[in-house]
């Protein structure tokens, strides 16, 4: 029975390898379909709000790897962003575009004027606002605009990837997929801690039969003197 359990167990736990594949392809099959149309109002809408908290214009603008690597199209929507700078003649130099590629972790920041500055979501804050010299912008009025968009950049793509609305395996019955995956880490613990007790561990019954033997070795020494004393005494009286 013993054996059965363990073999079971081993069983179990080599599950754990395809059930760690499957969850990490749907990983990327989630970060792949991430820049649908709902994750861009959303993070459109959130990056918006928190500017106009600050009293910044902000406008985001969202490309995928694709139209990234069409460098064509990605100096289109800039030349679009200076257009739109242009025409807004209330505050053009305080006007943020905020240009983001979640996948690649790149973005591009245009305060008032067409210029492009590639960022790496990596650096830091300060290393970010020693890149981004923009003339005829007020020193404060730049730094808020950095601190703004770099730090509501980073904190919204950090959460990304429980935004997609693209439902998947791995989002549908996650608690299944994981229990079944820690189940069967924990079954290979349970068996491996199984094999140990039966190859190191005195057998429990092995101790009991030994205490039985040594207990009918007395009651037989016990029954031979009674029945020779009982011989005995019988001899003596006849």
Not at 37 to 59: F, P, R, V
């Amino acid at each position: 029975m013993r054996v059965f359990v363990i073999l079971l167990l081993c069983v179990i736990s080599l599950i754990s390898a395809p059930v760690n594949a499957y969850l990490s392809t749907n990983k990327v099959i989630d970060e792949a379909h991430i820049l649908d149309l709902k994750t861009h109002d959303y993070l459109a809408t959130m990056l918006s709000q928190a500017a106009k908290d600050q009293g910044i214009d902000i406008t985001i603008m969202l490309v995928d790897d694709d139209t990234v690597l069409d460098h064509g199209a990605f100096a289109w929507q800039v030349v679009m962003a200076k257009e739109a700078t242009l025409k807004n003649k209330k505050s053009p130099k305080k006007r943020v575009y905020l240009i983001l590629n979640a996948s690649s972790h790149q973005a591009a920041i245009v305060l008032g004027d067409p210029t492009l500055f590639e960022l790496s979501l990596q650096e830091s804050l300060t290393e970010i606002q020693q890149k981004i010299l923009i003339p005829n912008i007020q020193k404060n009025e730049l730094n808020m605009a950095v601190q703004l968009t770099a730090m509501a950049m980073i904190s919204a793509l950090e959460d990304w990837s429980g935004v997609s609305s693209k439902p998947s395996a791995s989002v549908e019955v996650p608690w299944l997929l994981n229990g079944l995956k820690w189940g069967a880490q924990l079954g290979l613990i349970i068996a491996f801690l199984m094999l140990l007790r039966v190859l190191f561990h005195r057998p429990h019954w092995r101790e009991l039969s030994v205490a039985d033997e040594e207990h009918l070795n007395r009651h037989q020494q016990q029954s031979i003197e009674m029945a020779y004393w009982r011989t005995h005494r019988h001899i003596r009286n006849s």
